[in-house]
Nanobody, 121 residues
Framework: HVQLVESGGGSVQPGGSLKLSCEIS????????MGWFRQAPGTERAAVAA????????YVADSVKGRFTIARDNAKNTLYLLMSSLKPEDTGMYYC???????????????WGQGTQVTVS
């Protein structure tokens, strides 16, 4: 049974920081590309950051570059999104996802978490 369980969302003032966590089933964590997506009301889900351990490849969206970091803790099978200097436009539901291809397109990801809400105001 594949599980991706996010946590760490919440409300924060502009300029603040949050750390999102995504606990992942072991066999997914070790062999899949992992990504973070976000979706604001009335907008499409968009990639924020992604990482593939196999090639040590990382993607970070231009809109969050220098403020967000994607990280992994292999001992805990956990993916993180470290967010700092948060802006109101970072508000949205954040999802972690796992797929066979490192991609900015959600349709390339096979498994999704339930999402965690981030509100910056």
């Amino acid at each position: 049974h594949v599980q991706l369980v996010e946590s760490g969302g919440g409300s924060v003032q502009p300029g603040g920081s949050l750390k999102l966590s995504c606990e992942i089933s072991l066999y997914i964590y070790s062999s899949y590309c992992m990504g973070w997506f976000r979706q604001a009301p009335g907008t499409e889900r968009a990639a924020v950051a992604a990482h593939y351990t196999g090639t040590a490849t990382t993607y970070v969206a231009d809109s969050v570059k220098g403020r967000f970091t994607i990280a992994r803790d292999n001992a805990k099978n956990t993916l993180y999104l470290l967010m700092s200097s948060l802006k109101p436009e970072d508000t949205g539901m954040y999802y972690c996802a796992a797929g066979r291809l490192l991609s900015v397109h959600g349709y390339n990801y096979d498994f999704w978490g339930q999402g965690t809400q981030v509100t910056v105001s």
